[in-house]
């Protein structure tokens, strides 16, 4: 642990949203999201990152876990279970850490497949008896309805659990629901995005769910797909995948928001897995009338230079913050990131 760490570990934070102390944070999934997302973290104040798990193990360090050690060993070992001496190897990672850690909140960076996965962590947090903060970056919407049906209990158990909190859905649906202020009738939501990763296998699961969209492909049978079934589709399309129509769930987001009903929303884009150029900008067009009726379209573009990596993980982070500071008030339950606004952490 660098002495940084281990001055930010002692340090106590009141932020302008009221949470009184640092926030102690755990990351679920130590792929291409929860490695970015302990960088995101590294240079904040208000958060500390003290927990990770993967498929074979978990670390676990109350004074704040080691980014660069923990990628080393992961990337080199296949787990953060060898991490000496705060790694554990299990093959029921994720119950053991929420049993033994001391977490405010988890960003799960896990991959979806089978679509019922999440709503299972969820299921295992609710039982353990675990109160805190979640948040995921689920992609489809009969994913989000999952949670969405597990509100109740989510409430009942003392949960705050934001759904939705990456970058589509996530950042451009709550950019969504702001342009909608403009305007007295919503007629369209468009996102279009645009991803450039240097390779396929530092988002495996991102890659994997997102064939399970192209024509032909559902989650089985992308999640039954060999890497080398994954690298010949991915060879066959010079590494590209295009995107249409998308079950995505900015749709079921933006109707629980009250914004629009959940037809007038598209979702698609272009993947290029060879190259970190992005192949087209990524944006949101939000088409309405005003009250003078006037139709108009406001469109919101994230700059090129933005990885997926910062858009997702930023955001994430953005909503465990407003999550921490509805959950210190007593409110629980199911969120999205149309109905609530990001805060900014420092
Ligand atoms: P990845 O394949 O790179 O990493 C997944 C990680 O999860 C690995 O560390 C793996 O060991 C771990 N894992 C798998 N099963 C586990 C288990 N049972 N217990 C504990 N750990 C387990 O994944 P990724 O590409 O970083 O994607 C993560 C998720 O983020 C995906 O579901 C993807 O769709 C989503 N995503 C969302 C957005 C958005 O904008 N909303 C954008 C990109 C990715």
Redesign the pocket.
């Known amino acids: 642990m660098s002495d940084q760490q281990v001055n930010r570990s002692t340090q106590s934070t009141t932020t302008n949203s009221g949470v009184t102390h640092q926030v102690r944070v755990g990351v ?7 490695q970015a997302a302990a960088r995101v973290l590294a240079p904040k104040n208000e958060m500390l990152w003290v927990a990770a ?4 193990g978990y670390a676990y360090d109350s004074a704040g876990l080691d980014p660069d050690r923990c990628m080393a060993t ?1 990337n080199s070992q296949g ?1 953060l279970g060898y991490l000496d001496p705060v790694g554990t190897l299990s093959n029921r ?2 119950a053991d850490l929420i049993e033994k850690a001391n977490v405010d909140g988890y960003f799960l ?5 089978p679509n019922t ?1 999440m709503a299972s962590v969820a299921r295992q947090f609710i039982e353990s008896g675990w109160r805190g903060v979640l948040v995921d ?3 489809r919407t009969s994913a989000v309805e999952q949670l969405l049906a597990m509100k109740d209990e989510l409430q009942a158990a003392g949960i705050t659990y934001m759904a ?1 909190c ?5 950042l451009l649906t709550a950019a969504a629901a702001l342009a909608a202020q403009s305007y007295a009738e919503i007629h369209s939501v468009k996102i279009t995005f645009g991803v450039g990763i240097a390779n396929w296998e ?6 994997r ?1 997102d064939i399970a969209h192209l024509p032909g492909y559902d989650v089985e049978r992308a999640t039954q797909m060999s890497d080398a079934e994954v690298e010949a589709l991915l060879d066959q399309t010079n590494g590209i995948l295009t995107l249409e129509n998308m079950e995505h769930a900015d749709d079921l987001m933006l109707e629980l928001a009250g914004i629009c009903e959940r037809d007038r929303v598209t979702v698609g884009g272009v993947v290029d897995t060879r190259n970190p150029k992005k192949p087209l900008s990524t944006n949101v067009k939000i088409t309405g009338r005003t009250f003078e009726g006037k139709i108009s379209t406001h469109t919101f573009t994230l700059g090129d230079e933005t990885s ?1 990596a910062a ?2 993980c930023g955001p994430a982070f953005g909503y465990l913050k407003a999550g921490v500071s509805l959950h210190q008030r007593g409110i629980y339950g199911l969120f999205t990131a149309a109905e609530v606004m990001p805060q900014f952490v420092k």
Do not use: C, H
């Not at 960076?109 to 497949?113: E, F, I």
């Open positions: 679920l999934g130590f792929g291409g999201l929860g798990a993967d498929k074979k992961y787990s990672a994720i960076a896990l991959p979806n497949l996965f970056a689920l992609k939705g990456g970058a589509t859905p996530g530092a988002y495996r699961a991102t890659i769910e997926m858009n997702v």
